[in-house]
C-alpha cells in the first residue's frame, strides 16, 4: 500500500497531463452540474465536453517523458515497471473519471434519488472505459496527445465520408456480419454517442466487442512499455 | 551483505542503438564502499551505461548484475540513486514538491516550477532529491557535478564520501575530471571501441590522482596505437 501512496504522490507532484487540462476539467464540470441543474433531461449532452476532455487528457503519453527521464526517479526508486505504468494510467483518468462521478452525484441528487441517473447507465460507463483507455494505450509510445488527435480525425472523416456509421451506432437494429463489424467500428469511434443510453440484448453484442478491443489495446500497452528500454533522448 | 563484496559486476556488456555500437565487450567489478569514475568523450557511451546499470536499458550482449540480480529487479531489492542532470526533471512541477519525492522531506524550499530555477539549483535539486533516501546501496550519477557552485560542489562531494563510506557502491561519470580526480578508487575510460579500467595507484604511484594525471592518461589511451585485434569490429575489452 506504501508502494501505491508514493506512486500516487508521484503523479500527484507531476501529473500526466498538462496543468491547464486540470483547470479545463473544472471549467467542464463546473458548466456541467449547472447545466444539469438548469435542465436534468439535458444531462448526457452535458457531459460531452468532460468526455471529450478526457479523451485528451488520456492520451498523457509515457514514452516520451520517460526518455527525457522524467520518470527516473520513480523507475529506480523500487517500483516495479508494470505498477508504474498502471499508476500513470491511472493518474491520466483520474481526473475526468472525478468529475463524471462529481456531475452524476449532482444528477441523482436533484432527482431526489428517485430515479436512475442516465450518467451512471451502461451505456455512460462503455463510454467512458473507451475514451480512458484506447486514447492512452495508443499514445503510450507517441507523443502527448497524438492518440486524441488521431480519434478526433477519424471520426471527423468518418462522419463526413460515411455519415451512415453514425446512424447505425444510434440504435438501428443489426442485420448481418458485415453490419454488425461496422457498428461495432461506429462504437469505437463515436464513444460518446453512447452517453446515456440503455444497452440491452443485441447493444451487448456491439458493446462488448468494443470494451474487448479496449482491454486488449491497455494489455499490449503495458507489455509493450514494460519490455521496453528507457533510453534517455540526449544518449543516443 | 559482506564488506566490500562485490555489488556491481559487468560482463562481456555490448550497448547498441539499433544498428549503431556504442561500447562493446565491457567488463569491470565494483564493490561496496567503492567508487569508480567514468571518463569518456562525447558519445562514449557515459550515460549508456549509467542507465544499464539502473536497469533502465539491457545490454544488446552479456550479463549486469547489481547485488546479484539483474538491474531492474536490484531497483525492487537494493536502494538505488540515480540522476542523470539537470534537463531530466519535470519543467512544470514546483521545486518544492519534488523536492519531497526522495525521502519524504522537502530539501529545496523554492516554491518556483522547475522550469524557472537556474540550471545549477536544479541539478542541486534533482541531486538532494535522490541523496536525501538512507540507506543508499548504488549511487549511479551522470555529470553531477555540471552547473554546481563551489558550496554545492562540496556538499556533493561529502555526501558521496559519506555514503560510500557507509558501503554504498558509487558510480559518477564527469567531463569535469578536477572533480573526479582524487574521489574515486577506479576509473572507467570509455573510448571509441576501447574501455581502459583502471584504479587509483595505476594512475598515480605516489600520492592523490589529479585532473592532470587522469587527462594525461586519457590522453594517452586516446593517442595509443592500437593493435590490430584492437581495431574496430575486433574484440576489445575493458580491462585492469
Given at each position: 500500500m506504501r508502494r501505491w501512496w508514493y506512486l500516487a504522490r508521484f503523479f500527484f507532484v507531476a501529473p500526466p497531463m498538462p496543468l491547464l487540462m486540470i483547470g479545463a476539467f473544472a471549467v467542464a464540470t463546473v458548466v456541467a452540474i449547472v447545466s444539469v441543474i438548469i435542465d436534468p433531461a439535458r444531462a448526457s449532452s452535458a457531459l460531452t465536453p468532460v468526455l471529450l476532455l478526457q479523451l485528451f487528457a488520456c492520451a498523457s503519453g509515457f514514452d516520451v517523458p520517460a526518455r527525457r527521464g522524467h520518470y527516473d526517479l520513480l523507475l529506480t526508486h523500487g517500483e516495479p515497471r508494470r505498477r508504474v505504468i498502471v499508476a500513470?494510467?491511472?493518474?491520466?483518468a483520474a481526473p475526468g473519471l472525478l468529475c463524471w462521478l462529481l456531475i452524476a452525484a449532482v444528477r441523482y441528487a436533484i432527482s431526489n434519488g428517485s430515479?436512475?441517473?442516465?450518467?451512471?447507465?451502461?451505456?455512460?460507463?462503455?463510454?467512458?472505459?473507451?475514451?480512458?483507455?484506447?486514447?492512452?494505450?495508443?499514445?503510450?509510445?507517441?507523443?502527448?496527445f497524438s492518440g486524441a488527435i488521431g480519434w478526433l480525425l477519424t471520426a471527423v472523416t468518418l462522419s463526413l465520408g460515411r455519415p451512415d456509421m453514425v446512424a447505425v451506432q444510434a440504435g438501428a437494429p443489426i442485420h448481418g456480419a458485415t453490419e454488425w463489424l461496422v457498428t461495432t467500428c461506429a462504437v469505437l469511434v463515436y464513444p460518446l454517442l453512447l452517453v446515456g443510453r440503455d444497452l440491452h440484448g443485441r447493444d451487448l453484442l456491439v458493446v462488448v466487442p468494443g470494451v474487448m478491443f479496449a482491454i486488449a489495446a491497455v494489455s499490449i500497452a503495458f507489455w509493450s512499455i514494460d519490455r521496453r528500454d528507457i533510453p534517455l533522448e540526449a544518449a543516443q | 551483505m559482506a564488506p566490500s563484496s562485490v555489488f556491481v559486476s559487468v560482463r562481456n556488456?555490448?550497448?547498441?542503438?539499433?544498428?549503431?555500437?556504442?561500447?562493446?565487450?565491457?567488463?569491470f567489478d565494483l564493490r561496496t564502499g567503492q567508487s569508480l569514475g567514468v571518463i569518456g568523450a562525447n558519445g562514449a557511451g557515459k550515460t549508456t551505461l549509467l542507465r544499464m546499470l539502473v536497469g533502465c536499458?539491457?545490454?544488446?550482449v552479456g550479463d549486469v548484475r547489481i547485488g546479484g540480480f539483474r538491474p531492474r529487479d536490484a531497483t525492487l531489492r537494493t536502494s538505488v540513486a540515480y540522476f542523470a542532470g539537470?534537463?531530466?526533471?519535470?519543467?512544470?512541477?514546483?521545486?518544492t514538491a519534488w523536492g519531497t519525492l526522495g525521502s519524504g522531506e522537502a530539501t529545496l524550499a523554492d516554491r518556483?516550477?522547475?522550469?524557472?530555477?537556474?540550471?545549477?539549483?536544479?541539478?542541486?535539486?534533482?541531486l538532494r532529491t535522490v541523496l536525501s533516501r538512507h540507506p543508499l546501496q548504488l549511487i549511479v550519477l551522470d555529470e553531477p557535478w555540471e552547473g554546481l557552485d563551489t558550496e554545492s560542489s562540496r556538499w556533493l562531494n561529502a555526501t558521496l564520501e559519506s555514503k560510500r563510506d557507509r558501503g554504498a557502491a558509487v558510480v559518477v561519470s564527469s567531463h569535469r575530471l578536477h572533480d573526479l580526480a582524487g574521489f574515486c578508487d577506479e576509473y572507467l575510460f570509455l573510448m571509441p571501441h576501447e574501455a581502459r579500467l583502471m584504479k587509483a595507484h595505476e594512475i598515480a604511484r605516489v600520492g592523490p590522482v589529479t585532473a592532470a594525471l587522469l587527462t594525461d592518461t586519457f590522453d594517452k589511451l586516446r593517442e595509443r596505437p592500437k593493435a590490430p585485434f584492437e581495431q574496430p569490429g575486433q574484440e576489445y575489452r575493458a580491462h585492469s
Amino acid at each position: 500500500m506504501r508502494r501505491w501512496w508514493y506512486l500516487a504522490r508521484f503523479f500527484f507532484v507531476a501529473p500526466p497531463m498538462p496543468l491547464l487540462m486540470i483547470g479545463a476539467f473544472a471549467v467542464a464540470t463546473v458548466v456541467a452540474i449547472v447545466s444539469v441543474i438548469i435542465d436534468p433531461a439535458r444531462a448526457s449532452s452535458a457531459l460531452t465536453p468532460v468526455l471529450l476532455l478526457q479523451l485528451f487528457a488520456c492520451a498523457s503519453g509515457f514514452d516520451v517523458p520517460a526518455r527525457r527521464g522524467h520518470y527516473d526517479l520513480l523507475l529506480t526508486h523500487g517500483e516495479p515497471r508494470r505498477r508504474v505504468i498502471v499508476a500513470h494510467w491511472g493518474a491520466s483518468a483520474a481526473p475526468g473519471l472525478l468529475c463524471w462521478l462529481l456531475i452524476a452525484a449532482v444528477r441523482y441528487a436533484i432527482s431526489n434519488g428517485s430515479e436512475r441517473t442516465l450518467l451512471l447507465n451502461v451505456g455512460t460507463v462503455t463510454a467512458m472505459i473507451l475514451v480512458s483507455t484506447i486514447p492512452w494505450a495508443i499514445t503510450v509510445r507517441l507523443p502527448r496527445f497524438s492518440g486524441a488527435i488521431g480519434w478526433l480525425l477519424t471520426a471527423v472523416t468518418l462522419s463526413l465520408g460515411r455519415p451512415d456509421m453514425v446512424a447505425v451506432q444510434a440504435g438501428a437494429p443489426i442485420h448481418g456480419a458485415t453490419e454488425w463489424l461496422v457498428t461495432t467500428c461506429a462504437v469505437l469511434v463515436y464513444p460518446l454517442l453512447l452517453v446515456g443510453r440503455d444497452l440491452h440484448g443485441r447493444d451487448l453484442l456491439v458493446v462488448v466487442p468494443g470494451v474487448m478491443f479496449a482491454i486488449a489495446a491497455v494489455s499490449i500497452a503495458f507489455w509493450s512499455i514494460d519490455r521496453r528500454d528507457i533510453p534517455l533522448e540526449a544518449a543516443q | 551483505m559482506a564488506p566490500s563484496s562485490v555489488f556491481v559486476s559487468v560482463r562481456n556488456v555490448t550497448a547498441r542503438y539499433r544498428r549503431r555500437e556504442v561500447f562493446r565487450d565491457l567488463t569491470f567489478d565494483l564493490r561496496t564502499g567503492q567508487s569508480l569514475g567514468v571518463i569518456g568523450a562525447n558519445g562514449a557511451g557515459k550515460t549508456t551505461l549509467l542507465r544499464m546499470l539502473v536497469g533502465c536499458l539491457s545490454p544488446a550482449v552479456g550479463d549486469v548484475r547489481i547485488g546479484g540480480f539483474r538491474p531492474r529487479d536490484a531497483t525492487l531489492r537494493t536502494s538505488v540513486a540515480y540522476f542523470a542532470g539537470a534537463a531530466t526533471l519535470p519543467p512544470n512541477v514546483r521545486a518544492t514538491a519534488w523536492g519531497t519525492l526522495g525521502s519524504g522531506e522537502a530539501t529545496l524550499a523554492d516554491r518556483r516550477r522547475i522550469r524557472a530555477l537556474s540550471q545549477g539549483m536544479k541539478q542541486l535539486l534533482g541531486l538532494r532529491t535522490v541523496l536525501s533516501r538512507h540507506p543508499l546501496q548504488l549511487i549511479v550519477l551522470d555529470e553531477p557535478w555540471e552547473g554546481l557552485d563551489t558550496e554545492s560542489s562540496r556538499w556533493l562531494n561529502a555526501t558521496l564520501e559519506s555514503k560510500r563510506d557507509r558501503g554504498a557502491a558509487v558510480v559518477v561519470s564527469s567531463h569535469r575530471l578536477h572533480d573526479l580526480a582524487g574521489f574515486c578508487d577506479e576509473y572507467l575510460f570509455l573510448m571509441p571501441h576501447e574501455a581502459r579500467l583502471m584504479k587509483a595507484h595505476e594512475i598515480a604511484r605516489v600520492g592523490p590522482v589529479t585532473a592532470a594525471l587522469l587527462t594525461d592518461t586519457f590522453d594517452k589511451l586516446r593517442e595509443r596505437p592500437k593493435a590490430p585485434f584492437e581495431q574496430p569490429g575486433q574484440e576489445y575489452r575493458a580491462h585492469s
